[in-house]
Protein backbone atom coordinates (compact mmCIF):
# COMPACT_ATOMS: atom_id res chain seq x y z
CA UNK A 1 0.00 0.00 0.00
CA UNK A 2 1.42 3.47 -1.19
CA UNK A 3 1.04 6.10 1.99
CA UNK A 4 -0.14 9.46 1.74
CA UNK A 5 2.44 11.94 1.56
CA UNK A 6 2.79 14.31 4.64
CA UNK A 7 2.33 18.30 4.36
CA UNK A 8 6.18 18.28 5.10
CA UNK A 9 7.09 15.76 2.51
CA UNK A 10 5.04 17.60 -0.14
CA UNK A 11 7.06 21.04 1.34
CA UNK A 12 10.53 19.06 0.80
CA UNK A 13 9.60 18.54 -2.56
CA UNK A 14 7.89 21.85 -3.56
CA UNK A 15 11.24 23.49 -2.02
CA UNK A 16 13.49 21.09 -4.28
CA UNK A 17 11.18 22.39 -7.79
CA UNK A 18 11.59 25.71 -6.75
CA UNK A 19 7.24 26.06 -5.87
CA UNK A 20 6.25 28.71 -3.70
CA UNK A 21 3.12 26.63 -1.71
CA UNK A 22 1.40 27.60 0.96
CA UNK A 23 0.53 25.43 3.93
CA UNK A 24 -3.05 25.18 2.37
CA UNK A 25 -1.50 24.57 -1.02
CA UNK A 26 -0.09 21.61 -0.17
CA UNK A 27 -3.18 20.73 1.62
CA UNK A 28 -5.41 20.85 -1.60
CA UNK A 29 -2.67 18.99 -4.03
CA UNK A 30 -2.72 16.04 -1.17
CA UNK A 31 -6.35 15.67 -1.38
CA UNK A 32 -6.00 15.93 -5.04
CA UNK A 33 -4.04 12.82 -4.64
CA UNK A 34 -5.88 9.87 -3.37
CA UNK A 35 -7.81 9.13 -6.62
CA UNK A 36 -4.06 8.98 -8.12
CA UNK A 37 -2.90 6.86 -4.98
CA UNK A 38 -5.36 4.72 -5.52
CA UNK A 39 -3.87 3.29 -8.78
CA UNK A 40 -0.57 2.08 -6.73
CA UNK A 41 -2.41 0.62 -5.03
CA UNK A 42 -4.07 -1.72 -7.52
CA UNK A 43 -0.74 -2.15 -9.60
CA UNK A 44 0.47 -3.72 -6.09
CA UNK A 45 -2.57 -6.37 -6.46
CA UNK A 46 -1.51 -7.43 -10.42
CA UNK A 47 0.97 -9.92 -11.17
CA UNK A 48 3.62 -8.62 -13.41
CA UNK A 49 5.40 -10.71 -15.90
CA UNK A 50 9.43 -11.78 -15.11
CA UNK A 51 12.00 -13.20 -17.16
CA UNK A 52 11.44 -17.28 -17.22
CA UNK A 53 13.51 -19.66 -14.92
CA UNK A 54 13.30 -22.86 -16.98
CA UNK A 55 16.43 -24.89 -15.62
CA UNK A 56 16.70 -26.58 -12.01
CA UNK A 57 19.77 -25.18 -9.50
CA UNK A 58 20.98 -25.79 -6.57
CA UNK A 59 21.70 -22.71 -4.07
CA UNK A 60 25.73 -23.09 -4.52
CA UNK A 61 28.16 -21.65 -2.17
CA UNK A 62 30.71 -18.86 -1.73
CA UNK A 63 34.22 -20.69 -2.47
CA UNK A 64 36.95 -20.90 0.47
CA UNK A 65 40.17 -19.05 -0.27
CA UNK A 66 41.77 -22.28 -0.76
CA UNK A 67 39.15 -22.86 -3.72
CA UNK A 68 39.67 -19.27 -4.63
CA UNK A 69 42.93 -18.48 -5.81
CA UNK A 70 42.97 -15.50 -7.95
CA UNK A 71 40.06 -14.37 -5.70
CA UNK A 72 37.81 -14.35 -9.24
CA UNK A 73 35.18 -16.46 -7.98
CA UNK A 74 32.12 -14.80 -6.07
CA UNK A 75 29.79 -17.88 -6.09
CA UNK A 76 30.07 -21.39 -7.24
CA UNK A 77 27.11 -23.12 -8.41
CA UNK A 78 26.25 -26.16 -10.98
CA UNK A 79 23.35 -25.42 -13.58
CA UNK A 80 22.92 -27.92 -16.51
CA UNK A 81 20.94 -26.29 -19.47
CA UNK A 82 18.98 -28.59 -22.10
CA UNK A 83 21.70 -31.60 -22.41
CA UNK A 84 21.82 -30.20 -26.13
CA UNK A 85 22.98 -28.11 -28.83
CA UNK A 86 25.97 -25.96 -29.36
CA UNK A 87 27.22 -25.50 -25.86
CA UNK A 88 27.32 -28.74 -24.61
CA UNK A 89 30.18 -29.63 -22.55
CA UNK A 90 30.71 -25.63 -22.20
CA UNK A 91 31.50 -24.17 -18.67
CA UNK A 92 30.49 -20.99 -18.50
CA UNK A 93 30.91 -18.20 -15.68
CA UNK A 94 28.74 -14.71 -15.73
CA UNK A 95 30.02 -11.40 -14.72
CA UNK A 96 28.21 -10.95 -11.11
CA UNK A 97 26.10 -7.99 -12.78
CA UNK A 98 24.43 -11.17 -14.51
CA UNK A 99 21.15 -11.99 -13.03
CA UNK A 100 20.84 -16.07 -12.42
CA UNK A 101 17.82 -16.64 -10.58
CA UNK A 102 18.83 -18.22 -6.80
CA UNK A 103 22.01 -17.07 -6.58
CA UNK A 104 23.43 -14.16 -4.87
CA UNK A 105 24.42 -11.23 -6.87
CA UNK A 106 26.39 -8.02 -5.87
CA UNK A 107 27.94 -6.65 -8.39
CA UNK A 108 30.77 -5.85 -6.64
CA UNK A 109 29.44 -3.98 -3.96
CA UNK A 110 29.32 -3.97 -0.16
CA UNK A 111 25.93 -2.28 -1.15
CA UNK A 112 24.19 -4.98 -2.97
CA UNK A 113 25.60 -8.30 -0.71
CA UNK A 114 22.79 -10.47 0.16
CA UNK A 115 20.34 -9.59 -3.08
CA UNK A 116 19.47 -12.82 -4.50
CA UNK A 117 17.53 -12.40 -8.14
CA UNK A 118 14.15 -13.99 -8.77
CA UNK A 119 15.01 -14.21 -12.63
CA UNK A 120 17.28 -15.13 -15.79
CA UNK A 121 18.92 -12.74 -17.81
CA UNK A 122 17.67 -13.33 -21.10
CA UNK A 123 21.59 -14.70 -22.41
CA UNK A 124 21.17 -17.03 -19.31
CA UNK A 125 18.40 -19.19 -20.66
CA UNK A 126 19.82 -18.65 -24.04
CA UNK A 127 22.91 -20.27 -23.14
CA UNK A 128 21.46 -23.52 -20.86
CA UNK A 129 18.87 -23.58 -23.90
CA UNK A 130 22.24 -24.90 -26.20
CA UNK A 131 23.16 -27.11 -23.54
CA UNK A 132 25.77 -24.54 -21.55
CA UNK A 133 26.63 -25.37 -17.44
CA UNK A 134 26.43 -22.36 -15.71
CA UNK A 135 29.54 -22.69 -13.28
CA UNK A 136 28.95 -19.66 -11.18
CA UNK A 137 29.29 -15.83 -11.00
CA UNK A 138 32.83 -14.15 -11.44
CA UNK A 139 34.25 -11.02 -9.31
CA UNK A 140 33.39 -7.96 -10.61
CA UNK A 141 34.65 -4.23 -9.86
CA UNK A 142 32.13 -1.89 -7.46
CA UNK A 143 29.19 -1.43 -9.79
CA UNK A 144 31.92 -1.89 -12.75
CA UNK A 145 33.14 1.45 -12.43
CA UNK A 146 36.64 0.52 -12.76
CA UNK A 147 39.53 -0.72 -15.47
CA UNK A 148 41.69 -2.43 -12.99
CA UNK A 149 40.93 -5.26 -10.54
CA UNK A 150 41.13 -3.55 -7.24
CA UNK A 151 37.91 -1.87 -6.43
CA UNK A 152 35.65 -5.12 -5.49
CA UNK A 153 34.13 -5.52 -2.11
CA UNK A 154 35.22 -8.87 -2.03
CA UNK A 155 39.07 -7.94 -2.80
CA UNK A 156 41.16 -7.43 -5.96
CA UNK A 157 41.18 -9.54 -8.85
CA UNK A 158 44.72 -11.06 -8.76
CA UNK A 159 45.96 -11.82 -12.46
CA UNK A 160 46.82 -15.55 -13.23
CA UNK A 161 49.75 -14.32 -15.09
CA UNK A 162 51.44 -12.53 -12.39
CA UNK A 163 49.30 -12.36 -9.10
CA UNK A 164 50.77 -8.90 -8.22
CA UNK A 165 49.49 -7.31 -11.23
CA UNK A 166 45.77 -6.13 -12.57
CA UNK A 167 43.77 -8.62 -14.70
CA UNK A 168 42.27 -5.45 -15.89
CA UNK A 169 38.41 -4.59 -15.32
CA UNK A 170 35.50 -4.38 -14.46
CA UNK A 171 34.93 -8.18 -15.87
CA UNK A 172 37.89 -8.67 -13.43
CA UNK A 173 37.03 -12.16 -12.25
CA UNK A 174 35.46 -13.39 -15.87
CA UNK A 175 39.17 -12.99 -17.57
CA UNK A 176 40.89 -14.81 -14.44
CA UNK A 177 38.58 -17.59 -14.51
CA UNK A 178 38.99 -18.18 -18.47
CA UNK A 179 42.87 -17.51 -18.49
CA UNK A 180 43.37 -19.75 -15.55
CA UNK A 181 40.89 -22.95 -17.26
CA UNK A 182 38.25 -23.00 -14.69
CA UNK A 183 35.88 -21.81 -17.14
CA UNK A 184 35.88 -22.07 -21.06
CA UNK A 185 33.84 -18.91 -21.64
CA UNK A 186 32.79 -15.92 -19.69
CA UNK A 187 30.56 -13.43 -19.82
CA UNK A 188 31.86 -10.02 -19.82
CA UNK A 189 30.15 -6.65 -19.47
CA UNK A 190 31.62 -3.58 -21.63
CA UNK A 191 30.56 0.32 -21.39
CA UNK A 192 34.15 1.85 -21.66
CA UNK A 193 36.18 -1.35 -22.09
CA UNK A 194 35.14 -3.65 -19.74
CA UNK A 195 35.25 -6.93 -21.41
CA UNK A 196 38.32 -6.25 -23.36
CA UNK A 197 40.62 -4.56 -21.32
CA UNK A 198 40.80 -7.44 -18.78
CA UNK A 199 40.79 -9.45 -21.75
CA UNK A 200 44.19 -7.89 -22.78
CA UNK A 201 45.74 -8.01 -19.54
CA UNK A 202 44.53 -11.88 -19.39
CA UNK A 203 45.51 -12.99 -22.65
CA UNK A 204 42.17 -13.48 -23.70
CA UNK A 205 40.37 -13.03 -27.10
CA UNK A 206 36.97 -10.70 -25.49
CA UNK A 207 34.65 -9.18 -27.99
CA UNK A 208 32.34 -6.16 -27.15
CA UNK A 209 29.38 -6.95 -29.90
CA UNK A 210 27.84 -4.28 -31.97
CA UNK A 211 25.61 -2.12 -29.34
CA UNK A 212 22.28 -3.97 -29.22
CA UNK A 213 23.17 -7.41 -31.11
CA UNK A 214 23.38 -9.13 -27.47
CA UNK A 215 20.11 -8.12 -25.21
CA UNK A 216 21.13 -6.54 -21.76
CA UNK A 217 17.71 -7.42 -20.30
CA UNK A 218 18.57 -8.67 -17.05
CA UNK A 219 21.66 -7.15 -16.52
CA UNK A 220 22.32 -4.39 -14.19
CA UNK A 221 22.89 -1.43 -16.27
CA UNK A 222 25.74 1.69 -15.87
CA UNK A 223 24.65 4.15 -18.96
CA UNK A 224 21.66 2.64 -21.37
CA UNK A 225 23.80 4.07 -24.50
CA UNK A 226 26.75 2.75 -23.59
CA UNK A 227 25.58 -0.77 -22.22
CA UNK A 228 27.32 -3.68 -23.82
CA UNK A 229 27.40 -7.47 -23.10
CA UNK A 230 29.25 -10.16 -24.86
CA UNK A 231 31.64 -13.49 -24.88
CA UNK A 232 35.02 -14.13 -23.47
CA UNK A 233 37.35 -17.25 -24.43
CA UNK A 234 40.66 -18.82 -25.05
CA UNK A 235 40.02 -18.81 -28.74
CA UNK A 236 38.27 -17.35 -31.62
CA UNK A 237 36.26 -20.03 -32.40
CA UNK A 238 34.70 -19.94 -28.28
CA UNK A 239 34.17 -16.40 -28.64
CA UNK A 240 32.06 -16.27 -32.32
CA UNK A 241 30.46 -19.67 -30.63
CA UNK A 242 28.78 -18.17 -27.89
CA UNK A 243 28.16 -14.56 -29.47
CA UNK A 244 25.88 -17.08 -32.07
CA UNK A 245 24.05 -18.25 -29.11
CA UNK A 246 23.65 -14.99 -27.30
CA UNK A 247 23.20 -12.53 -30.00
CA UNK A 248 19.50 -11.67 -31.05
CA UNK A 249 16.62 -9.13 -30.29
CA UNK A 250 14.29 -10.20 -27.00
CA UNK A 251 11.86 -8.08 -27.33
CA UNK A 252 12.77 -6.58 -24.42
CA UNK A 253 15.45 -4.21 -24.21
CA UNK A 254 15.33 -0.55 -25.97
CA UNK A 255 18.92 -1.03 -26.88
CA UNK A 256 18.03 -3.77 -29.76
CA UNK A 257 17.16 -2.17 -33.06
CA UNK A 258 16.75 -5.50 -35.25
CA UNK A 259 20.20 -6.43 -36.11
CA UNK A 260 20.29 -9.70 -38.07
CA UNK A 261 22.05 -12.51 -36.41
CA UNK A 262 25.01 -14.36 -38.46
CA UNK A 263 26.10 -17.57 -38.57
CA UNK A 264 29.84 -16.17 -36.97
CA UNK A 265 32.08 -19.42 -36.61
CA UNK A 266 31.14 -20.22 -40.48
CA UNK A 267 33.12 -16.37 -40.79
CA UNK A 268 36.35 -18.16 -39.26
CA UNK A 269 38.52 -18.87 -42.64
CA UNK A 270 41.74 -18.61 -41.15
CA UNK A 271 42.92 -15.96 -43.77
CA UNK A 272 42.24 -12.53 -44.33
CA UNK A 273 42.22 -12.73 -47.89
CA UNK A 274 40.58 -9.43 -49.82
CA UNK A 275 40.41 -7.39 -46.51
CA UNK A 276 41.92 -3.96 -45.59
CA UNK A 277 43.32 -3.34 -42.30
CA UNK A 278 43.85 0.09 -41.35
CA UNK A 279 46.26 0.71 -37.90
CA UNK A 280 45.22 3.90 -36.32
CA UNK A 281 47.78 6.42 -35.85
CA UNK A 282 46.08 8.25 -32.99
CA UNK A 283 45.50 5.21 -31.26
CA UNK A 284 49.68 4.99 -30.73
CA UNK A 285 51.89 6.99 -28.58
CA UNK A 286 49.14 8.88 -25.81
CA UNK A 287 51.45 11.44 -24.33
CA UNK A 288 52.38 10.24 -20.79
CA UNK A 289 50.19 6.88 -20.99
CA UNK A 290 51.10 4.67 -23.73
CA UNK A 291 54.12 2.77 -23.62
CA UNK A 292 57.29 2.58 -26.64
CA UNK A 293 57.07 -1.14 -26.20
CA UNK A 294 53.48 -1.95 -25.64
CA UNK A 295 52.91 0.32 -29.21
CA UNK A 296 55.50 -1.40 -31.13
CA UNK A 297 54.20 -5.09 -30.13
CA UNK A 298 50.64 -4.35 -31.62
CA UNK A 299 52.07 -2.40 -34.82
CA UNK A 300 54.25 -5.80 -35.81
CA UNK A 301 51.12 -7.99 -34.59
CA UNK A 302 49.06 -5.98 -37.03
CA UNK A 303 51.32 -6.35 -40.01
CA UNK A 304 51.42 -9.99 -39.24
CA UNK A 305 47.70 -10.20 -40.91
CA UNK A 306 49.63 -9.66 -44.58
CA UNK A 307 50.70 -13.02 -44.04
CA UNK A 308 46.97 -14.22 -43.87
CA UNK A 309 45.67 -11.97 -46.97
CA UNK A 310 45.69 -8.79 -45.99
CA UNK A 311 46.52 -5.01 -46.85
CA UNK A 312 47.65 -3.40 -44.12
CA UNK A 313 48.08 0.47 -44.00
CA UNK A 314 48.11 3.17 -41.73
CA UNK A 315 45.19 6.17 -41.26
CA UNK A 316 44.62 8.98 -39.42
CA UNK A 317 41.53 9.27 -37.89
CA UNK A 318 42.15 12.74 -35.36
CA UNK A 319 39.03 12.74 -34.25
CA UNK A 320 39.80 9.39 -32.07
CA UNK A 321 42.00 11.58 -29.26
CA UNK A 322 38.92 13.27 -28.59
CA UNK A 323 36.90 10.11 -27.57
CA UNK A 324 37.48 9.90 -23.90
CA UNK A 325 36.22 13.37 -24.06
CA UNK A 326 33.15 12.84 -25.33
CA UNK A 327 33.06 9.46 -23.21
CA UNK A 328 33.17 11.30 -20.21
CA UNK A 329 30.83 13.45 -21.18
CA UNK A 330 27.87 10.96 -21.84
CA UNK A 331 29.06 8.75 -18.94
CA UNK A 332 29.96 10.33 -15.91
CA UNK A 333 26.50 12.10 -15.79
CA UNK A 334 25.06 9.80 -17.65
CA UNK A 335 25.73 6.92 -14.85
CA UNK A 336 24.77 9.47 -12.27
CA UNK A 337 21.32 9.41 -13.27
CA UNK A 338 20.70 5.82 -14.02
CA UNK A 339 22.69 4.30 -11.72
CA UNK A 340 22.75 6.35 -9.20
CA UNK A 341 19.53 8.85 -9.21
CA UNK A 342 17.31 5.83 -10.68
CA UNK A 343 18.59 2.74 -8.58
CA UNK A 344 20.14 1.59 -11.86
CA UNK A 345 16.88 0.96 -13.91
CA UNK A 346 15.08 4.84 -14.75
CA UNK A 347 11.95 5.72 -16.82
CA UNK A 348 10.81 6.39 -20.31
CA UNK A 349 12.11 3.22 -21.55
CA UNK A 350 10.09 0.47 -22.81
CA UNK A 351 11.37 -2.88 -21.81
CA UNK A 352 11.63 -5.27 -18.88
CA UNK A 353 12.56 -3.86 -15.96
CA UNK A 354 13.70 -6.14 -13.23
CA UNK A 355 11.67 -4.58 -10.11
CA UNK A 356 13.25 -6.79 -7.25
CA UNK A 357 16.85 -5.38 -8.34
CA UNK A 358 15.69 -2.25 -8.39
CA UNK A 359 13.68 -2.17 -4.85
CA UNK A 360 16.75 -4.14 -3.28
CA UNK A 361 19.36 -1.60 -4.65
CA UNK A 362 17.04 1.83 -3.65
CA UNK A 363 16.71 1.05 -0.44
CA UNK A 364 20.21 -0.42 -0.11
CA UNK A 365 21.90 2.74 -1.95
CA UNK A 366 20.30 4.83 1.07
CA UNK A 367 21.79 3.75 4.03
CA UNK A 368 25.06 2.19 2.29
CA UNK A 369 26.24 5.03 -0.02
CA UNK A 370 29.86 5.51 2.18
CA UNK A 371 30.25 1.67 0.87
CA UNK A 372 30.54 2.68 -2.38
CA UNK A 373 34.22 2.51 -3.98
CA UNK A 374 36.34 5.39 -4.39
CA UNK A 375 35.60 5.26 -8.64
CA UNK A 376 31.67 5.74 -7.77
CA UNK A 377 31.84 8.48 -5.36
CA UNK A 378 34.07 10.47 -7.98
CA UNK A 379 31.56 9.74 -10.69
CA UNK A 380 29.04 10.66 -8.62
CA UNK A 381 29.75 13.59 -7.44
CA UNK A 382 31.04 15.45 -10.37
CA UNK A 383 27.94 14.06 -12.58
CA UNK A 384 25.50 15.57 -10.09
CA UNK A 385 27.29 18.56 -10.04
CA UNK A 386 27.78 18.98 -13.86
CA UNK A 387 24.17 18.06 -14.01
CA UNK A 388 22.82 20.55 -11.15
CA UNK A 389 24.90 23.38 -12.37
CA UNK A 390 24.82 23.64 -16.44
CA UNK A 391 21.14 21.69 -16.45
CA UNK A 392 22.25 18.44 -18.88
CA UNK A 393 24.20 20.29 -21.44
CA UNK A 394 27.05 18.90 -21.81
CA UNK A 395 25.81 15.30 -21.69
CA UNK A 396 23.52 16.50 -24.38
CA UNK A 397 26.79 17.91 -26.10
CA UNK A 398 28.84 14.78 -25.79
CA UNK A 399 25.87 13.08 -27.33
CA UNK A 400 25.63 15.27 -30.14
CA UNK A 401 29.56 15.18 -30.80
CA UNK A 402 29.26 11.36 -30.70
CA UNK A 403 27.31 11.64 -33.88
CA UNK A 404 30.67 13.07 -35.43
CA UNK A 405 32.46 10.57 -33.82
CA UNK A 406 30.46 7.80 -35.14
CA UNK A 407 31.11 9.46 -39.14
CA UNK A 408 34.84 9.68 -38.58
CA UNK A 409 35.27 5.97 -37.72
CA UNK A 410 32.51 5.06 -40.20
CA UNK A 411 34.61 7.25 -43.05
CA UNK A 412 38.13 5.45 -42.07
CA UNK A 413 35.55 2.02 -42.18
CA UNK A 414 34.34 2.62 -46.09
CA UNK A 415 38.50 2.29 -47.08
CA UNK A 416 39.05 -0.23 -44.44
CA UNK A 417 37.27 -3.53 -43.16
CA UNK A 418 38.94 -3.14 -39.78
CA UNK A 419 41.09 -0.76 -37.50
CA UNK A 420 43.51 -1.84 -35.27
CA UNK A 421 45.00 0.04 -32.01
CA UNK A 422 46.35 -1.24 -28.71
CA UNK A 423 43.59 -2.51 -26.64
CA UNK A 424 45.47 -1.03 -23.57
CA UNK A 425 48.01 1.32 -24.11
CA UNK A 426 49.99 0.26 -21.35
CA UNK A 427 51.23 -3.52 -19.95
CA UNK A 428 49.19 -4.99 -16.48
CA UNK A 429 50.04 -2.41 -13.55
CA UNK A 430 50.42 -3.38 -9.70
CA UNK A 431 47.86 -3.56 -7.58
CA UNK A 432 47.54 -0.92 -5.26
CA UNK A 433 48.06 -1.69 -1.85
CA UNK A 434 45.00 -2.22 0.56
CA UNK A 435 46.02 1.62 2.28
CA UNK A 436 46.82 3.08 -1.00
CA UNK A 437 45.95 6.75 -1.23
CA UNK A 438 42.97 7.93 -3.47
CA UNK A 439 43.96 9.61 -5.82
CA UNK A 440 46.09 5.85 -6.77
CA UNK A 441 43.47 4.05 -6.21
CA UNK A 442 41.49 6.14 -8.68
CA UNK A 443 44.47 6.74 -11.28
CA UNK A 444 45.09 2.94 -11.75
CA UNK A 445 41.30 2.07 -12.06
CA UNK A 446 40.72 4.64 -14.79
CA UNK A 447 43.87 5.72 -16.55
CA UNK A 448 43.64 2.75 -19.45
CA UNK A 449 40.36 2.97 -21.17
CA UNK A 450 41.72 5.79 -24.10
CA UNK A 451 41.12 3.64 -26.91
CA UNK A 452 38.60 1.34 -25.32
CA UNK A 453 35.86 3.96 -24.57
CA UNK A 454 35.13 5.79 -27.72
CA UNK A 455 33.76 2.37 -29.42
CA UNK A 456 31.31 2.25 -26.62
CA UNK A 457 29.98 5.12 -27.70
CA UNK A 458 29.54 4.62 -31.32
CA UNK A 459 28.96 1.02 -30.69
CA UNK A 460 30.88 -1.08 -33.47
CA UNK A 461 31.85 -4.43 -32.72
CA UNK A 462 35.57 -4.61 -30.77
CA UNK A 463 37.49 -7.11 -30.42
CA UNK A 464 40.87 -8.00 -28.38
CA UNK A 465 43.37 -10.20 -29.44
CA UNK A 466 46.10 -11.63 -27.29
CA UNK A 467 49.15 -10.62 -29.25
CA UNK A 468 52.28 -11.12 -27.41
CA UNK A 469 53.79 -10.28 -24.05
CA UNK A 470 56.34 -8.37 -22.55
CA UNK A 471 58.36 -9.24 -19.70
CA UNK A 472 56.00 -12.70 -19.43
CA UNK A 473 52.78 -9.90 -19.15
CA UNK A 474 49.58 -10.31 -21.73
CA UNK A 475 49.10 -7.34 -24.17
CA UNK A 476 46.45 -7.07 -26.55
CA UNK A 477 45.51 -5.76 -29.86
CA UNK A 478 42.15 -4.36 -30.55
CA UNK A 479 39.81 -5.08 -33.84
CA UNK A 480 37.71 -2.67 -34.40
CA UNK A 481 34.77 -3.11 -37.48
CA UNK A 482 31.68 -1.98 -39.30
CA UNK A 483 28.46 -1.83 -37.03
CA UNK A 484 26.78 -5.48 -37.51
CA UNK A 485 29.97 -7.03 -38.82
CA UNK A 486 31.15 -8.52 -36.16
CA UNK A 487 31.61 -11.76 -38.50
CA UNK A 488 34.29 -9.43 -40.00
CA UNK A 489 35.84 -8.74 -36.90
CA UNK A 490 35.80 -12.72 -36.04
CA UNK A 491 37.67 -13.27 -39.22
CA UNK A 492 40.01 -11.34 -39.24
CA UNK A 493 41.35 -12.34 -35.55
CA UNK A 494 41.04 -16.10 -36.66
CA UNK A 495 43.56 -14.85 -39.36
CA UNK A 496 45.69 -13.61 -37.00
CA UNK A 497 45.46 -16.53 -33.91
CA UNK A 498 45.95 -18.77 -36.97
CA UNK A 499 49.42 -17.64 -37.66
CA UNK A 500 50.58 -19.32 -34.46
CA UNK A 501 52.67 -15.84 -34.12
CA UNK A 502 51.06 -14.90 -31.25
CA UNK A 503 49.56 -18.36 -29.51
CA UNK A 504 46.65 -17.78 -26.96
CA UNK A 505 48.21 -17.51 -23.72
Known sequence: MVKKPTIDQLKRIAEKFNLDLTTEDLASYQELMKGTLASYDRLSELVEPTLPVKYERNAGYRPE?????????????????????????KKIVLKDNVSLA???????SAILEGFVPNEDATIVTRMLDEGAEIVGKAVCEDFCLSGGSHTSATGPVLNPHDITRSTGGSSS???????????????????????????????????????????????????????HTGPMARTVEDVALLLEVIAGNDGLDPRQSGLKVKSYTESLIGNAAGLKVGIVKEGFGWEGISE????????????????TGAIVEEVSIPMHRDGLHIWNGIGIEGL???????????????????????????????????????????????????QEQYNGKYYAMAQNLARKLTQAYDDALKEYDVLILPTTPIKPTK????????????????????????????GHPSLNAPCGTIDGLPIGMMITGRKGEDDIVLRVAHAFETTNKYATL
Open 65 to 89: PEENQYNAWYWKTSIKGSGSGKLVG
Open 102 to 108: GIPMMNG
Open 173 to 227: GSAALVAAGEADMAIGGDQGGSIRMPSSWCGLYGLKPTYGLVPYTGIFPIEQTLD
Open 292 to 307: ADVDELVKEAALTLES
Open 336 to 386: TTLMINQNGMGSNWKGHYSTKLLDAYGKARKTRANEYSETVKLSMLLGQYV
Open 431 to 458: IPAKDAPREEVIKTALEMIQNTAPFNIT
